[in-house]
């Protein structure tokens, strides 16, 4: 029995954050309860490295686009090891065996008819690597709320309307095609309303997959890197997948698009998508522009990363948006591992060592049979739970037989049965019942909390791997008795918050920065941070003074260097007048000649002109000027025209 399950393909314009921990460590948990169930289980995730945004983020750094993605792929791969996610694949797009299917299926999905040549017009987030429908020019993505561009290219247009019929029969042949309920009614809508044909190639960047026999296109970001999932798992006979795991925003690609392009090249669905919610940091989504990202592993190092899997499976219903706070994970931490969990283990053990010298007792007939009742109906609570991937239902009926053994055992008083030589058999009855407990609730809790189950595993004395049992163990009575417990010590030991979080703090500021320095980024402030340092600000003028001041609209239509200043470039530069102005701008540190052609910028139009390095400059170009930095050129969110006057 063979189980395939995806997580998206990261991004890599930024660092792993919980967020991409979330996913994943989700995907990780299903694996192991799946292999629980006796799957082989295959977990496949990857980064996501083509596309403009790439582009200009190297760019930007000065580096070529494979280094820059190796690095930041890197890094990912790395946070998945660390923090001890069983991911199987990991498939970069850039990958040549990517790009071999990606064509592979482009072909197929041509030779059957759906996809054809156009011309494409239209409002394109950079951002979101997409076309906006029904924008405007001058209109913001709706996505992510960043300004959106005109670009008009050569595309190949892939059929989506032709499936509009198509899908709308296999969501309703297969309601759990897409889940949640709420995310499968948004994308029904979003089909019901007619589908426009998808435009999967672009001309306008280089950084992608080449286009069989089109030199000059790439394919659209998405239609790659959808295909990873079967690029992951080519060479083993694996499709389709059982599972996409997805964030709630990337439904509509899963859901819609994905199906669409596979039934268009005759090829097998993937079984289910499932979208999650948004972890919310203080109620706020985390976002690079907000500075408010929260990282997996600065919690690992100072209370465990069991510690956070658990936080983020109990506390948020799967499918909602939650909040994460670093007060919330302690306070969860302490109450149900530390005194739930924990402290059932302790005192478990704590008392077959002093009464029965550390060896498992033999059950005793008509003892505790309450509690094996309760642990039937958990069992089978906790199955339903992962099955409807409800993980927040299952830790809390696991939770509930924690908390009914623990009145077992006040009940049963073991510390007076101990003292009664005619209760000796009840004594042997309520310690094996106890360790019975512990036994089926590690288990249970292992696809949550590996790390943590293993060594509560070991502490009883098991002696098979935690990863090896199945699921026929998981019924009452299995425990072996007559065994000897091993070494004890605390699991989950008790954690001040007033301590533990400046220190997660601490070492979360200092992940940031390594990640900024990683990704060659100044680190980016807080959205709210104060500005600090600013240089004083100007003696006050009038406005007609300031009407003295002729700021025009510019279009660069030359830029070269000056030979011999290496700070200096000659622009030429249109302001609508018959000639177009000679300007020498200080810029040459930030930008590169080619960057500018075609770029629109602001310049002080009635300067006197000056005389730079026996060039003639007739005019200033309007920048921020950074500190100790490169000088930024003002620019427009919206298209101006060229000679447009600044008042
Ligand atoms: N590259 C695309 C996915 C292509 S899949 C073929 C992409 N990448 S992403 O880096 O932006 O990752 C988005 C995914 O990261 C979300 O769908 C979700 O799985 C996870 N999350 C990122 N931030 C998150 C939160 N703040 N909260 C929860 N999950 C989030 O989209």
Redesign the pocket.
């Known amino acids: 029995m063979k189980y395939y399950i995806t997580?998206?393909?990261?991004?890599v314009n930024?660092a792993p954050h919980i967020?991409?921990f979330?996913?994943t460590m989700v995907a990780d948990a299903l694996k192991r309860f799946k292999t629980m169930q006796g799957y082989e289980v295959m977990l496949a995730t990857g980064s996501?490295e083509h596309g403009t945004n790439v582009e200009r983020a190297a760019k930007a750094q000065g580096k070529a686009p494979e280094e820059y993605t190796t690095l930041i792929a890197k890094e990912f791969e790395d946070t998945w090891q660390k923090t001890g996610l069983a991911v199987d694949r990991f498939i970069r797009t850039s990958d040549p065996r990517h790009h071999e299917t990606v064509r592979w299926l482009f072909e197929r999905c041509k030779e059957r008819g759906y996809v054809y040549k156009g011309s494409y017009t239209g409002q394109f987030c950079a951002s979101c690597n997409l076309f906006v429908t029904d924008a405007k020019p001058g209109d913001n993505c709706p996505d992510c709320g960043r300004p959106t561009e005109t670009i008009t290219e050569e595309n190949y247009f892939f059929k989506l309307s032709a499936f509009q019929d198509k899908l709308l029969e296999l969501y309703e042949q297969q309601p759990d095609f897409m889940g949640p309920e709420i995310r499968r009614n948004e994308v029904i809508a979003f089909v019901k309303q007619g589908l426009n044909d998808l435009s999967i190639t672009r001309t306008n960047i280089t950084w992608g997959i080449p286009v069989p026999g089109e030199e000059k296109h790439v394919f659209y970001v998405w239609f790659d890197?959808?295909i990873?999932y079967m690029t992951a798992v080519k060479d083993l006979d694996l499709w389709p997948a059982d599972l996409h795991l997805?964030?709630k925003?990337?439904s509509r690609f899963h859901a819609i698009y994905w199906p669409a392009f596979l039934m268009a090249a005759d090829l097998p669905l993937p079984k289910r998508v499932y979208a999650?919610g948004?972890?919310l940091f203080e109620n706020d989504?985390?976002s690079k522009s907000r500075g408010n990202i929260v990282r997996a592993t600065p919690i690992q190092e100072v209370i465990g990363v069991d510690a956070l899997r658990y936080f983020l499976l109990r506390e948020v219903p799967f499918g909602s948006d939650g909040s994460f706070s670093y007060d919330a994970l302690v306070g969860r931490y302490n109450a149900d591992l530390a005194n739930g969990l924990g402290n059932l283990v302790s005192r478990t053990l704590s008392m077959i060592q002093q009464y029965r010298g550390g060896v498992i007792p033999a059950p005793e007939p008509g003892v505790g049979d309450e509690v094996a009742a309760k642990a039937a109906e958990v069992i089978a609570t906790y199955k339903e739970g992962f099955e409807k991937f409800e993980f927040s239902k299952a830790l809390e009926a696991v939770w509930s037989l924690i908390g009914a053994v623990d009145k077992f055992i006040v009940t049963q008083a073991p510390w007076t049965l101990v003292k009664k030589p005619d209760q000796q058999r009840t004594l042997d009855g309520t310690l094996y019942t106890a360790a019975e407990v512990v036994r089926l609730v590690t288990a249970l809790v292992y696809p949550v909390m590996p790390e943590s189950a293993a060594k509560i595993w070991n502490q009883l004395g098991m002696t098979d791997k935690l990863s090896a049992v199945r699921e026929d163990s998981l019924a009452w009575g299995k425990l072996a008795t007559g065994h000897t417990i091993g070494q004890t010590s605390a699991v989950f030991p008790r954690y001040d918050a007033k301590i533990v979080i400046p220190k997660m703090l601490d070492l979360e500021v200092a992940e940031k920065a390594r990640q900024a320095a990683l990704m060659g980024k100044k680190e980016e402030p807080a959205a709210d941070a104060a500005p600090s340092n600013i240089s004083p600000i100007a003696d006050p003028i009038d406005i007609e003074a300031f009407g003295k001041v002729d700021l025009r609209v510019g279009k660069v239509l030359k830029a070269d260097k000056v030979k011999g200043a290496d700070k200096l470039l000659h622009l030429s530069v249109d302001i609508g007048e018959p000639e177009p102005r000679s300007i020498v701008a200080g810029i040459a540190l930030a930008y590169q000649p080619d960057q500018l052609i075609g770029r629109k910028v602001v310049i002080v139009a009635n300067l006197l002109p000056r005389k730079l390095r026996g060039l003639t400059s007739q005019g200033m170009i309007v920048a921020a000027s950074l500190e100790g930095g490169s000088p930024v050129l003002a620019s427009f969110l919206e298209d101006v025209p060229v000679g447009a006057r600044l008042k």
């Open positions: 997580v998206p393909i990261y991004y930024a967020g991409h979330y996913t996501d890197a959808l990873t997805i964030g925003e990337i999650h948004w972890l989504k985390m």
